[in-house]
């Protein structure tokens, strides 16, 4: 089969390897969309070493249809199509964390037997863990199913941080991220959504989609200000920061929320950030982490953001922005690393 194998940094190569065969418990699934993840950037960019040495395959946000069942699967079928939540996040299953549902906190997440483990979604085939393995109704497009990854987030996000009691929500960023957690909160009673970007071009589709009411471009407005501006001088009940990176971006996040209000960080940084304590003392700010999927209460988030899809609450597509043949996955990681230029929201790779 053809995959693409990362080397490190920008060299990508689509490669033929051997298709994998599924073992206990696990399917092959023919993949059919993967989409590229800012976290997929990090090492792309240089900013952060691959847990794996090179090549590695990788490409968490996938879907695809069941090619092969291995032994004692029985509650999927050959043909079925299907969303796959990333195998990166598996935890041991064991410790205190993974046997309260919250995997996301374990200590050896990620590691299958004793190997580093991540799901494949740029390649033609991937072995996943049945349990991974989710049903997508007939009427969820792979697309769709590319977005569930981010949708699941926001789930998670908004289970710890609750919108729903008409709040005003700010979120900073305008990124998939951004978008899938608008359209979420406003699904889930959220009053009103302020989406503070650097540029217009997201921020509008934010908007025709649902997940924003108002925006702010940050390049033409300071975001503090305009944002005490749209809320009378109060500031938002809950900020959430989606950029993370090397930038300045959590005091900003902080700066735009209410006395007593609460920030709630998604964004991965790879640099210390500087906040202004004294402002977050003033105003008493809660402030917490919300560190990818899992579950909640008990319930898949996952499987909570399947049911949003599925039922038309939320609105996938015009969140996926371009296609790229698995040959050209080169093009699609360039289009996704310079959005300025490409105006890519999520980028999808179909092999
Ligand atoms: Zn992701
Ligand atoms: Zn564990």
Partial sequence: MKAARF????????????TPTPGPGEVLVKI??????????????GNRQARFTPPWEQ??????????????????????????EGEHLIGCGKCRHCTEGQSQLCADRGMAGGHLHASHGFSEYDVCKATNVHPLPDHVSFDAAVLLDCYACAVHTLGRTPVGGNETLAIVGAGAIALTLGQVAKAW??????MVGTRRHPLDVAVRCGAADDVVVAREAD????????TGGEGADVVVETVG???QVLGVAMSLARRGGTASVMGVFNQPQAIDASMAMTRELTVRWSNSLSNWKGVSEYATAMGLVAD????????ITHHFPLE?????FAAAEDKRTSNAIRVVVNA
Avoid: F
């Fill in 7 to 18: 080397y490190g940094g920008k060299d990508i190569r689509v490669e033929d390897i051997p």
């Fill in 32 to 45: 059919k969309a993967g989409g590229v993840c800012g976290s997929d950037l990090h090492n792309y960019r």
């Fill in 59 to 84: 490409g968490h946000e996938l879907g695809g249809e069941i090619a092969a069942l291995g032994h004692g699967v029985t509650s999927l079928k050959v043909g079925q199509r299907v969303g796959i």
């Fill in 189 to 194: 009673g959220a009053k009103r959504v302020i």
């Fill in 223 to 230: 975001p503090a200000q305009a944002v005490m501006k749209l």
């Fill in 245 to 247: 990176g090397s930038e």
């Fill in 312 to 319: 038309g609450r939320v609105q996938p597509e015009p969140i």
């Fill in 328 to 332: 050209r996955i080169s093009e699609a």
